[in-house]
């Protein structure tokens, strides 16, 4: 049988003078590996505190550093064949931890590791194991970067990237060669300080480089804030968001310096992808290079410096940044808090939000509709007012309430309660929940409107909320709670989900259907399996290129519904092309602003489009043939 060896061959005692060489080449080495590190964190410990930022609870926080940072599940998940060639890099550099101590306690002509023992065996056998595995993989990474170029990894090549994978290239081969030669030879001795002076060069890059991702990506995935895109509170009144870069926190600052400039939220980026100012790595980056120039709490301003105000508002909240990086960077709180800066020092001059900010304030809806319209919607569906006594509060939202698509949307929900013999109302009046003016950073506006909604539930503590609208879902849910309590609440694809038994389908399922996944469904909630499984009552499910939490978005969120023309291709047309290319008979959404996105993009690229309905048309479909026709019809 061939036995492959794995220990490395043990060089020849040092000299007294190769001692003290390696001690020298050490402290040089260490020196210029801690002076940036140094002013790294001094720029990450100086910055602003983080508000409300609390290290409890510690299990789900070592549980997502084991998961993300121990089994790169994060990085094998969104890019299998170069995640499994980074996570094997990144176990061969784990196997190596005890090897590499053992490598340099020789100087001091000891080892930590006995070559005969059983322990020993096991961690050599390891080491080679990830020798030959690590050195595919970085060779792998090197040819990706420098010959295939996906675009995504950046237009200029990183001579700092093809110097570290030579490096680590050389060291892990070197390990090997070691494993061939005799113990005590010139051979090994020649080995011994080759290795030394690579790992000592290799050292000072690292926080010169990207490579520092390597120390600070597990602290940041650590400390994250939690939760999904979850924007911080204000810290008082004289709080006015990320203005200039005194207002930069330490979480911030330590994921600015954490990105690995690997591309992914770009990648999957709405706005990028159609061509926007925006780019959600250069954020990041340009914010990490605004604190190596100035470092923290200087008062240079951020709009301008670090992207343009018609970047900022691009963005679409969709999320798909922060689902994406491997390096737990929240995207949303830096751009929420920087529209934040814009809105509260009047920076901001949108006529489109100006508009949509007026509306609100003086007591109207979103859309700008008068109020009167919402009376006579209760009136025709006959709804009947919350009173405490039903079991369901029906929350219609300001698409609801006042978009036609919506109503239709709406009608059908309420067609299904009455099948379902649920008891249910509506409050007397709303406010819109203040999703979009959240998102484009008004805190005062989005405050006022959340305090006169929690005032009505106050007074009307329903057991359950139901709502068609995953905005509403997630603002009542989660953002309320930050003046003290929200309602449950509940989106109709969870609840008509649950009620599947009583929806029996009554029609012949011929056709072809995709589901368009809401970000605020799929991303924010991580409901995916409940929609399709109403969906499934129109016909066969199939699958857009992008679905469930990789999903794209329909170009509504983060306030851009209301905003008026966007630069570059439209997002809600990207959408409807990859949906329109499943071949699908029927497109089914479970948001509103999905549905009036896309139904516009449709109907602007085909004079024919599929048909497009909510799962609760769906639904409603399977127990009333009619109902479909008296929707439509009504407005
Ligand atoms: S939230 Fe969406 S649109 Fe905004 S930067 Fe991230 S990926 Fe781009
Ligand atoms: S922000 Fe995250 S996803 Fe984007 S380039 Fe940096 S590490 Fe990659």
């Known amino acids: 049988?061939?036995?492959?060896?794995?220990?490395?061959?043990?060089?020849?005692?040092?000299?007294?003078?190769?001692?003290?060489?390696?001690?020298?080449?050490?402290?040089?080495?260490?020196?210029?590996?801690?002076?940036?590190?140094?002013?790294?964190?001094?720029?990450?410990?100086?910055?602003?505190?983080?508000?409300?930022?609390?290290?409890?609870?510690?299990?789900p926080r070592f549980l997502s550093l084991l998961r993300e940072v121990g089994l790169q599940s994060r990085v094998i998940r969104h890019r299998p064949l170069p995640g499994i060639a980074h996570a094997v890099v990144f176990w061969a550099f784990c196997a190596f931890a005890l090897v590499t101590a053992n490598h340099f306690v020789w100087v001091l002509g000891i080892e930590l590791l006995s070559r005969t023992s059983a322990l020993a065996q096991a961690v050599y056998a390891c080491a080679a194991f990830f020798a030959v595995a690590g050195s595919a993989g970085i060779a792998f990474l090197f040819v990706r970067r420098f010959l295939l170029r996906p675009r995504w990894l950046g237009e200029k090549l990183s001579w700092e990237s093809g110097l570290i994978?030579?490096?680590?290239?050389?060291?892990?081969?070197?390990?090997?060669?070691?494993?061939?030669?005799?113990?005590?030879?010139?051979?090994?001795?020649?080995?011994?300080?080759?290795h030394t002076a690579v790992l000592l060069a290799f050292m000072p890059l690292i926080p010169r480089t990207k490579h520092l991702h390597l120390l600070?990506?597990?602290?940041?995935?650590?400390?994250?804030?939690?939760?999904?895109?979850?924007?911080?509170?204000?810290?008082?009144?004289?709080?006015?968001g990320l203005v200039a870069g005194v207002d930069i926190t330490r979480i911030a600052s330590l994921q600015a310096y954490s990105c690995v400039e690997c591309g992914r939220c770009m990648e999957h980026c709405p706005a990028v992808v159609t061509g926007k100012q925006l780019n959600p790595r250069d954020v990041v980056l340009n914010m990490r290079g605004h604190l190596r120039r100035q470092g923290a709490?200087?008062?240079?301003?951020?709009?301008?410096?670090?992207?343009?105000?018609?970047?900022?508002?691009?963005?679409?909240?969709?999320?798909?940044?922060?689902?994406?990086?491997?390096?737990?960077?929240?995207?949303?709180?830096?751009?929420?808090?920087?529209?934040?800066?814009?809105?509260?020092?009047?920076?901001?001059?949108?006529?489109?939000?100006?508009?949509?900010?007026?509306?609100?304030?003086?007591?109207?809806?979103?859309l700008g509709r008068p109020v009167l319209e919402r009376q006579k919607l209760l009136a025709d569906f006959n709804l009947p007012l919350y009173d405490g006594s039903q079991e369901i509060c029906l929350w219609l939202g300001c698409m609801g309430a006042y978009d036609p698509k919506g109503r239709e949307i709406l009608g059908s929900l309420v067609q299904l309660l009455r099948h379902l013999?649920?008891?249910?109302?509506?409050?007397?009046?709303?406010?819109c929940c203040g999703d979009p003016v959240r998102r484009l950073g008004n805190d005062l506006l989005f405050e006022q409107l959340a305090m006169a909604n929690l005032e009505r539930f106050q007074a009307?503590?329903?057991?359950?909320?139901?709502?068609?609208?995953?905005?509403?879902?997630?603002?009542?849910?989660?953002?309320?709670?930050?003046?003290?309590?929200?309602?449950?609440?509940?989106?109709?694809?969870?609840?008509?989900?649950?009620?599947?038994?009583?929806?029996?389908?009554?029609?012949?399922?011929?056709?072809?259907?995709?589901?368009?996944?809401?970000?605020?469904?799929?991303?924010?909630?991580?409901?995916?399996?409940?929609?399709?499984s109403v969906a499934a009552l129109g016909g066969s499910i199939v699958e857009a290129s992008r679905h469930g939490?990789?999903?794209?978005?329909?170009?509504?969120?983060?306030?851009?519904?209301?905003?008026?023309?966007?630069?570059?291709?439209?997002?809600?047309?990207?959408?409807?092309?990859?949906?329109?290319?499943?071949g699908a008979d029927l497109i089914a959404t479970?948001?509103?602003?999905?549905?009036?996105?896309?139904?516009?993009?449709?109907?602007?690229?085909?004079?024919?489009?599929?048909?497009?309905?909510?799962?609760a048309q769906i639904a409603a479909a399977q127990i009333s043939v009619q109902h479909l026709a008296d929707v439509e019809t009504y407005v």
């Open 590 to 615: 479970s948001c509103p602003f999905c549905h009036s996105m896309l139904g516009d993009a449709m109907a602007d690229m085909q004079s024919q489009p599929p048909a497009l309905l909510d799962i």
């Open 421 to 431: 013999g649920k008891k249910f109302g509506v409050l007397r009046t709303e406010s």
């Open 165 to 194: 994978a030579m490096l680590i290239f050389l060291l892990l081969a070197m390990h090997l060669v070691s494993c061939q030669v005799a113990s005590a030879s010139v051979a090994a001795h020649l080995l011994w300080w080759m």
């Open 216 to 240: 600070l990506a597990p602290v940041a995935i650590f400390l994250r804030r939690g939760g999904f895109s979850n924007i911080p509170p204000l810290d008082g009144d004289d709080d006015f």
């Open 297 to 366: 709490l200087s008062e240079e301003p951020l709009l301008g410096v670090i992207l343009s105000d018609e970047a900022l508002f691009a963005c679409v909240t969709c999320g798909a940044c922060e689902a994406q990086c491997p390096a737990g960077i929240e995207h949303l709180p830096l751009l929420v808090g920087m529209r934040r800066g814009a809105v509260n020092t009047g920076v901001w001059q949108n006529q489109h939000g100006h508009r949509l900010f007026l509306q609100l304030e003086r007591g109207t809806n979103a």
């Open 1 to 59: 049988m061939l036995i492959v060896p794995i220990v490395p061959a043990a060089p020849p005692p040092l000299l007294p003078a190769e001692r003290m060489l390696v001690l020298l080449l050490v402290l040089v080495s260490a020196a210029l590996f801690a002076r940036p590190l140094v002013a790294v964190a001094r720029n990450i410990l100086t910055a602003k505190p983080d508000v409300g930022f609390s290290l409890r609870p510690l299990v």
């Open 549 to 582: 939490d990789r999903s794209f978005c329909c170009g509504a969120g983060g306030g851009r519904a209301f905003l008026g023309d966007e630069s570059g291709t439209r997002i809600g047309h990207e959408r409807a092309r990859e949906l329109l290319a499943t």
């Open 460 to 532: 009307a503590t329903p057991e359950l909320v139901l709502s068609i609208c995953p905005h509403c879902v997630r603002t009542i849910e989660v953002e309320w709670k930050q003046f003290g309590t929200s309602p449950p609440i509940m989106h109709h694809s969870d609840f008509l989900a649950a009620h599947l038994p009583e929806l029996q389908a009554t029609q012949s399922k011929t056709g072809k259907v995709v589901f368009h996944d809401p970000c605020y469904l799929s991303r924010y909630r991580g409901v995916q399996k409940e929609p399709r």
